[in-house]
C-alpha cells in the first residue's frame, strides 16, 4: 500500500502511459517528478511499451521503468491499482490513446489500466487524461465529455509557445511542469507568464 514520499509528503502518483504518440511527455514528467523526490508507480500498455521503444529507442521501455517505484503488470487484475481501497496522490494517463479514453468513459475495466482508473473516478480521486490524436472524430469528443462528466480531467497534450521553446525536450518540459503543477507539485523554475 502507497505511503508518503519523505521528500514531498504525498502519497506515490500513478502513471500510465499508453500507445499514444508523445512518449517524451512521460519522461519529462518522470522526470520532473524524480527531481522533486515524488514517487511514482507505472503501468504500461502493450502498445505504450511499442511506441516507447519507437520513439526513444529500443531502451524506451527500460528508461520509464527506471524511473518507477513499483511497476504492475497490464493484466494483473489483483494488483494493488485495481482496488479502490488503494492510494495515490493521483492518477496520471499521459499519453493517452484514443483507445484508453474510450475504455475509460465507457467503464470498460479490461486491463488494469482502464479498472485503476475506474477505481480513481468511483472514489473520486483526481484522475488526469492526457489525450494526444489529431483530428478528433465525434467518438472522441462524446468519450472526453463523457470522462469529464464522470470526474476526469481532460488535459490534452497540447504544448505552448508563448515561453519561446528553443527543443522539443524545452517544449515538452513545460507541459510536464505545468502538469505537476495542476496536480500539486509545484515545479522550481518553471517559467511563468508574466505579462507582455
Ligand atoms: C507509432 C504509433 C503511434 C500511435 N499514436 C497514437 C496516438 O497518438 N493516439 C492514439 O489514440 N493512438 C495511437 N496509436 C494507436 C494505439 O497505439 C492503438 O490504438 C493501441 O491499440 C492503443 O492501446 P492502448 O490504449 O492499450 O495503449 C499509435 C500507434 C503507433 C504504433
Known amino acids: ?15 500510465a502511459v ?6 517524451i511527455y512521460a519522461v519529462k514528467f518522470l522526470e520532473i517528478m524524480a ?9 504500461l500498455s502493450e ?3 511499442q511506441v516507447a521503444e519507437l520513439e526513444l529507442g529500443s531502451a524506451g521501455t ?5 524511473f518507477a517505484r513499483m511497476v504492475y503488470d497490464l493484466h494483473d487484475m489483483a ?8 492510494r495515490w496522490k493521483a492518477m496520471v494517463i499521459l499519453p493517452c490513446t484514443m483507445g484508453t479514453l474510450a475504455s475509460v468513459a465507457n467503464g470498460l475495466s ?5 479498472r485503476a482508473a475506474d477505481c480513481f473516478l468511483k472514489e473520486r480521486r483526481p484522475l488526469i487524461m492526457v489525450p494526444r490524436e489529431t483530428p478528433f472524430n465525434r467518438n472522441h469528443l462524446r468519450n472526453m465529455v463523457l470522462a469529464h462528466e464522470a470526474g476526469a480531467v ?19 518540459e513545460f507541459f510536464a511542469g505545468r502538469l505537476s503543477e495542476f496536480i500539486g507539485l509545484p515545479v522550481p523554475g518553471l517559467k511563468r507568464w508574466t505579462g507582455m
Do not use: W
Not at 500500500?1 to 502513471?15: D, F, V
Not at 488535459?155 to 515538452?172: G, K, L, N, V
Open 79 to 86: 494488483a494493488a491499482p485495481a482496488s479502490g481501497s488503494a
Open 18 to 23: 499508453t500507445g499514444a504518440s508523445g512518449i
Open 62 to 66: 527500460d528508461k520509464l521503468k527506471g
Open 154 to 172: 481532460i488535459f490534452p497534450a497540447m504544448p505552448s509557445f508563448y515561453h519561446r521553446p528553443s527543443s522539443i525536450d524545452e517544449m515538452a
Open 35 to 43: 527531481g522533486l523526490g515524488q514517487e511514482v508507480d507505472l503501468i
Open 110 to 114: 479490461s486491463n488494469l489500466i482502464h
Open 1 to 15: 500500500m502507497p505511503i508518503e514520499c519523505k521528500a514531498t509528503g504525498h502519497p506515490p502518483l500513478l502513471l
Open 47 to 49: 502498445a505504450g511499451q
